[in-house]
């Protein structure tokens, strides 16, 4: 293995194979990405794969319009085909509060460009058939939003760095991080030492352990959530937006010719596991009866559990550590970092650079906390 390097990526999700490929596309000599298992087997091969700009947070609207712009062209810029379906997201509000958040959030996301609107419910009923609107009061959609494969990205972006240079290591756990004074020299792996200036971490819910090794504090807690699979589901419309009743946090989209469901549950308890149980069918049944009775018909077929990276706002820590010389990080994003990965992975090139990025990202240092400067996303799932 050669030696050295001029940035070590940890985390081989999208958001890693993102930075890696950002950085060797620039110039960037002797990009090294290590990955302690298969690249995307982390978060990223458990997302439900959705894409959006709708947000109530600017940098969040901003970092997931850029994205899409970033997932129109992947194939073109890649190689690599992600299955990309531009249907929309459609949230469905129930109560007052949520329509006021909403209408908020629609006139800030069209003031940076996003072609989000409020729409009735019946409206809502005809993009999204299977809904029952008892009790909707509105809803918002927008077109350019939708759902790609999350492992096709990455596998996309791996590919494209190595063509610019970058090494990828597999099974290769890093260890430790080597600092003389508040500087790194190197990395420890199972593979070997790295010697290197800079760490960039992207290691999604194990990234407080990374940090911890450089003594930054990236507070992320790993929560279990939980998705299902269904049967062929007849006359699927081709278009079906991506659907999430916004009381509930139920949500669905097509999965081939069936749909793929899933939905926060409250009395999940941070952790690492991530086996899956059916303690939470109770609550997503209930909400399916509530919002959509057609799925309680549908037959079960597959599913998986993964980890969302949660933070105390709900919201992503990115930028550079100050108590140490060039640790960069990415995570944190409590469940919109999948469609996050190609804007994030030009900031933080930029930020390695030396280079203003195309978005401030200052407020979402992971330092806020201690600050008592919290920035919390509403439009969550």
């Not at 509105?138 to 590919?159: I, K, L, M």
């Not at 999940?268 to 596991?273: D, I, L, N």
């Not at 990415?330 to 190609?342: E, I, K, N, R, V």
């Amino acid at each position: 293995m050669k030696t050295q390097a001029s940035a070590v990526v940890i985390g081989g999700g999208v958001m890693g194979a993102s930075v890696a490929y950002h950085l060797a596309a620039a110039g960037v000599p002797d990009v090294v990405l290590v990955e302690r298992d298969e690249l995307a087997s982390g978060s990223t091969s458990k997302a439900a794969g959705g894409v959006r700009a709708q947000f109530s947070d600017e940098l969040n609207i901003q970092l997931g319009a850029r994205s899409l712009e970033a997932f129109g062209r992947f194939e073109a810029e890649t190689g690599h085909d992600i299955d990309l379906h531009r249907v929309g997201y459609l949230f469905l509000l129930s109560t007052p509060e949520e329509v006021a958040s909403f209408e908020a959030g629609v006139r800030l996301q069209n003031s940076l460009g996003v072609p989000s609107r409020m729409i009735t419910p019946k409206e809502a009923q005809r993009l999204s058939p299977l809904i029952s609107t008892d009790g909707l009061l509105a809803a918002a959609f927008s077109p350019d939003d939708g759902h790609c494969t999350p492992e096709a990205v990455v596998q996309g972006y791996a590919s494209a760095a190595r063509a610019h240079g970058a090494r990828i290591l597999r099974h290769t756990e890093v260890t430790g991080v080597e600092l003389h004074g508040d500087r790194i020299t190197a990395v420890s792996t199972t593979l070997g030492r790295i010697a290197t200036d800079t760490v960039i971490c992207t290691a999604g819910p194990w990234s407080r352990a990374v940090g911890a090794m450089v003594g930054v504090d990236l507070p992320v807690q790993p929560l279990r959530r939980q998705i299902a699979v269904t049967e062929p589901v007849p006359d699927l419309p081709p278009d079906l937006p991506m659907t999430i009743d916004f009381t509930s946090s139920l949500y669905f989209h097509t999965e081939g010719p069936g749909l793929l469901l899933g939905m926060s549950d409250p009395d999940e308890r941070p952790g690492f596991a991530t086996d899956t149980h059916d303690r939470w069918i109770p609550a997503l049944y209930a909400a399916m009866e509530r919002r959509a009775p057609a799925l309680l018909d549908l037959r079960r077929t597959g599913g998986w559990a993964g980890l969302y990276e949660i933070t105390p706002d709900h919201n992503a820590l990115i930028g550079e550590a100050t108590s140490v010389s060039r640790f960069l990080y990415a995570t944190g994003f409590s469940g919109h970092g999948f469609l996050q990965g190609p804007a994030v992975g030009e900031v933080v090139r930029d930020l390695y650079l030396g280079r203003v990025p195309f978005v401030d990202v200052r407020p979402l240092s992971a330092g806020r906390f201690a600050a008592d400067a919290p920035r919390p996303e509403a439009n969550l799932v």
